[in-house]
Nanobody, 126 residues
């Protein structure tokens, strides 16, 4: 099927920056929307930012102007540039993608996928 692997998390001081990556692999024929979600301690998982295959984006109000989502369709990879980080950004960050998987040989679609990564921890110290 399709696997998503996040990387780039870590510990950073308030005001600092981090760049998260999410690489998708498997028998991928196409990826539609991709998104970053986060879940802080004792909180529900929330959408941080999303991007369509055409590059349209939307952001949670709490990160607008500080975070930038992007994707490289040729590499099936999505990024999240996080600047001016705040302690309240501390959370486990997950990537999500949906699309179509199928034969790499002749392009026959086998079905749709909606996959999640395992998460990467972002900790912002004050």
């Amino acid at each position: 099927q399709v696997q998503l692997v996040e990387s780039g998390g870590g510990l950073v001081q308030a005001g600092g920056s981090l760049r998260l990556s999410c690489a998708a692999s498997g028998s991928i024929l196409s990826i539609n929307a991709m998104g970053w979600y986060r879940q802080g301690p004792g909180k529900q998982r929330e959408l941080v930012a999303a991007i369509t295959s055409g590059g349209s984006t939307n952001y949670a109000d709490s990160v607008k102007g500080r975070f930038t989502i992007s994707r490289d369709n040729a590499k099936n990879t999505m990024y999240l540039q996080m600047n001016s980080l705040k302690p309240e950004d501390t959370a486990e960050y997950y990537c999500n993608a949906d699309g179509v998987y199928g034969s790499d040989y002749d392009g026959t679609p086998w079905g749709e996928f909606d996959s999640w990564g395992q998460g990467t921890q972002v900790t912002v110290s004050s």
